[in-house]
């Protein structure tokens, strides 16, 4: 259960946002960054998130450099090394990554592989020595989840995952105005997202390898959106899932599903995740209007409004770094340097992962699941 | 079970939308109004729908006349009479309103009522020998409007419902695109209705009188467009309601409740309704694309896209009428002239009434509720 109370008294007492705790239930945003060290990053998995979207991103940062890379092919290692200046002795395969441990450089292992290699490669480069960044979403269950937490717990080493709007300045903006009360008290949550898979052999579309469909990949913005926006965990959910399983991109993964999530102070959340529309929207209504982001997770061009309807369009201040991804990759280096727990820890990962088992399980079973508090 | 090959036949063969048939399993959308007649109608209750929206509308129609009215408030029903020209002979009470029989001026009662008063002045209409138009929601109980049906058949007589949607040229035009196979296999419905209900005191919030709250009222739009767009019915409900009670405006009826239909096609629904907001919005996903109306069911200022996203903005072509409401007078109007069943007829305000007698019992369960066919 939620300590409301308490946490609108500290939200009142300090204005701090930023207190000690993890996940949407102690909801904190990220501190700016101090200038100075900058700790090495070795990014495993040079895929189209990895090389595409994590790697151009370290030349905004204050505190982050990319040291090291990881990946199976020793010519692309090589030509992104030498794009990005990675020295010879940071490429790495799969075979010796436990190398890591020997390399002083990597001070943080990014994991940015599909999501069944999740765990293997977080408790790996916990056993190494490493602090481990790992994308989302976390891994294939909350069994694993819950080994990567122990694993990074046993070896005195920091584990985030990668929530990258937690860095956004829009959502970041949107969750300020919810805490401070700006539509009152909240009622409904309500989220889309999807995206259009187009590609049948992507890896996302193979169930051994992502664990699952649309929701585990984009509908878990969705319900990311739906805790940090609420600063509630649920504790019922309820889906229905739609799938044309004679799709060759949907014989393995589902497409469409439909969930709801209770909240124990009485919002409603509602949200539907997809693989075959784009779709990006998350509503917060509250008892004196309304909060509204479209896009709202995207990588860039997200709107947001406060009031009611979309009179009231909102320019955000400057998020915590100089986009969303600069702001994670500096969050994870300040959280080593300054000894603190990451605002999207392990165990938000987790969570996640356990309300999405849930989700899951209504989806099978057609009915109502209680969450544990 | 709905026959969508038949269904899909018969549109493809002749384009014929306004086939025989009832629901929205059998959609089918009102021809164009033939000039030279007008038929009698009296409105029962003079309050905001009846007198300010209702009595306005005859002076649109080609196959409509006003020649009564039936109110509790004597003083009240003189001087609408004297500004509408309705004879002496036209004004009734609830004591006299049997006497409609004698008046051979009257063709069709249009009750505009509170709901619980639907069937009895529906049924005595009936008696009368009066064709019936009845304001939605038909009656606050399935046993109602079975009772309501009974007794237009067995005096026979027309008995038509006052959804104006089937009216309104934005609806007609998104129904037509989605039919033709515009957005190609459906997918997916999603509507949010509300609007903020003020007044404590009015008959709507009191369970007696209204039957129910936000989804008899105003979730009932996004259930019949859930019907009419995709041209199913649904097999089973899901919903949860959140009411605060100790609102005085709601302890009675319930404010915001979140719905699920699934239709026998795999197609899925989400809908909200709610007594706390404004919301009217209206989205249809297909396969090739999507059709959102937003506000969906206005009164007036709809608006409607089809494609992806909103870029392609449509000006639908005229509705059967000069408005909405002028369509549903004359539709009525005609039916009797030409002794046509109403697009809208009776059964298919029963079929809401069934489905949201099942919404609030999966509400008040926690359960998925099935349907039967």
Redesign the interface.
Known sequence: MVDLNRRGLVLAAGGAMAAAGIGASSWAAPVAAPSGRKLGYAIVGLGSYGLGVIIPQFKHCQNSRLVALVSGDPAKAQRVAAEYGVPERGIYNYQNYDGIRDNPDIDIVYVCLPVSMHAEYTIRAAKAGKHVLCEKPMAPSSADCEAMIAACKQAGKKLMIGYRCHFEPYNLEAIRRARVGEIGKL??F?S?HGFTANNPSAWRLKKAMSGGGSLMDIGIYALNAARYMTGEEPNAV?A?E?T?RSDPRFREVED?I?F?L?FPS???G?C?S?Y???QNHILL?G?KG?IELEPGTGYRGNRLWVG??RENEITPPPGPGANQWAGQLDHMAQCVLQDRQPIVPGEEGLRDIRIIEAVYQSARE???IALRA
Chains 1, 2 share one sequence.
Do not use: F, I, P, Q
Request: a positive charge; zero cysteines; charged letters at 45%.
């Open positions: 009622r409904y309500r889309e309820y229905t739609r044309d469409m439909e709801e209770e009485g919002v409603l509602s539907m997809m075959s529309a784009n209504m008892d309304r009611n309807g057609k009915r109502r």
